[in-house]
């Protein structure tokens, strides 16, 4: 099926701020034939996300970051979420690779060598959010990594904490890491770590 099988009549925002909602009347194609009822649907509007894996093949590290998610607290995990670097685009014409450079520069105070490598491209809630993200993998220097990063007209307190690439799979094997981005880009790392080493060497 295509988007000339999904007829909108209808859309209104009904709330803008840090986050916007949407409310939709439509009808869609049905599998079976013909066209399904008319439905209302609200959906939380989104824009693209870029995640950044920071890792160092020679340390055999990862620097991620730490910081303070209200709906993490409010959903009953720690408030304090270990993640990888991430942001928000800010304009249309910002390249997911230009965008890790820049989040990786202002979350963690650490620079990405070359082209960072892509890792996914993902809808992580497509029933209810607009929001379309990009993973990548960066190589970096992690030496010296460390301190709080972050911009302070953001409220960004963002703490940064390296570690080794056994450290993080425990992590992750032992369900300490709420963040689906984190543990989806740390899975592909163990996948993919002996190709990156050989090729980053």
Partial sequence: MS????????HEILYRG?????????????????W???????????RHTVGVLLYDPQ????????QFRLPAHLAGFPA???????????HD??????????EAREEAGIEIIGEPVPVHHFMPSPGACTERVAVLC???NAEGAGGIHG???????????????????????ADKIGNGLTILALYWLAANRDRLRQSWR
């Fill in 151 to 173: 911009l302070a007209h953001e409220h960004e307190d963002i703490k940064v904490v390296v570690l080794s690439y056994r450290a993080a799979m425990e992590l992750v094997s």
């Fill in 36 to 46: 399904s009822m008319e439905m209302e649907r609200e959906v939380f509007e989104r």
């Fill in 3 to 10: 988007g000339d099988d999904v007829k909108i009549s209808t």
């Fill in 138 to 140: 960066g190589r970096v």
């Fill in 59 to 66: 340390r055999d590290e990862v620097v991620l970051v730490e």
């Fill in 93 to 102: 014409g910002e390249s997911a690779a230009d965008l890790a450079r820049r």
């Fill in 18 to 34: 840090f986050a916007r909602l949407d409310r939709y009347r439509l009808r869609h194609r049905l599998y079976g034939g013909g």
């Fill in 80 to 90: 304090w979420e270990i993640e990888i670097v991430a942001g928000i685009t800010d």
